[in-house]
Structures are given as structure tokens and as C-alpha cells.
């Protein structure tokens, strides 16, 4: 990016002033294009080149799905914090208190209901920014309320992961969420209320073993990674050279891995006629 920093931004202060901030360009992973961060909040956040999906946060994930942005967010427990004294290159303590401060968030998933297109619905959505949005004892409360309030209000549960999976600070305890929210999901079935899980870029480890991949319609974003080792670890393994592809969301569609990949601009519909149909509604 040298060419740009060193070039392009001088030539464009010397037109306009010095009004010019230092973050107007974001390169894409896909095509390697350089993007205005206007364009890209303008398309949210696809590369207008070729199609890749950038991560959301968890506000513009709410923003783009439900009616108007408003939503009521769920609180859930925070049971752990370093339950084994973790420490590696930094104390986990320490690691929890810089990420709380990053995202303004209390762990790796908010947990909201809402509508979509009219339909009621609770959202378990993570977060990236916080630790990878791998899966603690926290994240596992998550999930187990977000099931519990959509119980309470006989709506479809929608989980959208995005995490690296467990949490290896929390050992057994971070584990221990694998079958905690297998349970909390199977409730939901047994009350026959839809379950949805939009798969995002990345969804790998524990949470592709657990409940990510229990969904009755599992729906994915385009090329997004989803796996429980990465590629990398896999052809370190068996040192071969995996198809190419492999592991993404159109590889997976292709095995009967997932049932849709869905463009994110058509997410809202598909997800409020999925629900429409399963509850017997009409869509708003």
C-alpha cells in the first residue's frame, strides 16, 4: 500500500487540503481491489468487484435484518471469568478486560429479539472482534437464553456464528458449551419452533460441532469458511493438496452440507419467508 500512502493520499491533500483521513481505502481479501469504506458501507460491506463478504458487526448485522434496527436485547449470565487462571503470553484475565473495552460488549455474542419482515424472531449473534468470537462459558449462557426467550415467545431461533471456536483459556468449562447448547436447541425443536442458522465467515471447531450445524435450514453467506479444522491444518495433516474451494460455503452446498447460499442483500427475505412458512404467517 506504499504507492497509495506515499502517492496517491498526497496528490489528493494537495487537490482537497489536508481534510483527507488516513483509512479512505480497505483492501479486498478476494480480488485484492482497493475499496472506498463508503462503498463498501453502501453495498454493506460486499467488495463491488467480486462478490466477497466482508465481516459485519453485530449492529450493522441487526441493522440489515430487522425492521427498522430496533430491537430489545436479551441479558444473559456471565457465570466464569478465568475460571482456571489461565495465562499464556498474557493473563486471560487480562485478554477479557481488553476485549470488553474493544467492542463495548460483555463477551462474544448479544443476544436480541425482534421482527423480520413482521415475523417474530430471537437472534444469538457473534462477534468476531471479541477473542475470535470463540466460545466461552458466556457464549454458552447465549445460546441457552436466546433458546429460552424464543420458548417464552413461540418464535423462531436464529443463530448467526462467526467465532474460530472454543475458547481454549476455559479448557473443560469452554467445552462443556458443546452439549449445554445442544440441549438448549433441542428444546426449541421439541417445541416445534423453527431453527435457523446463518453461517458466516468463519465457523470452525467447536461451534461447526455443536450447534451450528443442528439448524433446520442452514443458510450461508458466499465463500465463507466453514469447517471444524482449517484447511491448512488438514493438508499439514494428510500432506496433500485439498481441492480448491474446499471447506467453503458452495463446496459445502454442493455435498448437502448446507441447504442455501444466500447473497447478503436477500438474507432479510429468505430468512422472514422461511419463518412465514414454518409458523404459517404471512410475511409483512
Not at 55 to 71: K, M
Request: aromatic content about 8%.
Amino acid at each position: 500500500m506504499n504507492w497509495l500512502t506515499n502517492f496517491v493520499r498526497p496528490k489528493i491533500r494537495a487537490l482537497v487540503g489536508n481534510d483527507v483521513p488516513d483509512n479512505l481505502w480497505r483492501k479486498c481479501p478476494g480480488c485484492e481491489q482497493m475499496i472506498f469504506h463508503s462503498d463498501l458501507s453502501g453495498n454493506s460491506q460486499v467488495c463491488p468487484h467480486c462478490d466477497y463478504h466482508f465481516r459485519l458487526s453485530v449492529d450493522e448485522r441487526i441493522s440489515s435484518l430487522f425492521d427498522g434496527g430496533e430491537v430489545k436485547k436479551i441479558k444473559y449470565k456471565s457465570l466464569l471469568n478465568d475460571p482456571l487462571k489461565f495465562k499464556d503470553s498474557k493473563k486471560y484475565s487480562d485478554r477479557l478486560k481488553a476485549a470488553k473495552e474493544k467492542t463495548q460488549s460483555e463477551d462474544a455474542v448479544s443476544v436480541v429479539y425482534g421482527r423480520i419482515n413482521g415475523n417474530k424472531c430471537v437472534a444469538v449473534l457473534f462477534n468476531f472482534d471479541f477473542m475470535g468470537g470463540s466460545m466461552g462459558s458466556a457464549v454458552g449462557e447465549g445460546i441457552i437464553a436466546g433458546a429460552e426467550y424464543a420458548l417464552k415467545k413461540s418464535c423462531a431461533l436464529l443463530v448467526i456464528p462467526c467465532s474460530g471456536g472454543a475458547r481454549m483459556q476455559e479448557g473443560i468449562f469452554s467445552l462443556m458449551q458443546m452439549p449445554r447448547s445442544v440441549v438448549a436447541i433441542n428444546k426449541i425443536k421439541e417445541a416445534s419452533l423453527p431453527y435457523i442458522v446463518l453461517l458466516t465467515n468463519p465457523t470452525a471447531g467447536g461451534v461447526s460441532a455443536s450447534f451450528a450445524m443442528l439448524g433446520d435450514f442452514h443458510i450461508a453467506e458466499p465463500r465463507a469458511l466453514i469447517a471444524f479444522s482449517g484447511p491448512r491444518v488438514i493438508e499439514g495433516t494428510i500432506r496433500e493438496k485439498l481441492p480448491d474451494g474446499f471447506q467453503k460455503s458452495e463446496y459445502l452446498l454442493s455435498h448437502g452440507m448446507v441447504d442455501m447460499v444466500v447473497e447478503r442483500k436477500d438474507l432479510k427475505e429468505v430468512i422472514s419467508r422461511i419463518v412465514s412458512i414454518v409458523t404459517h404467517k404471512k410475511s409483512s
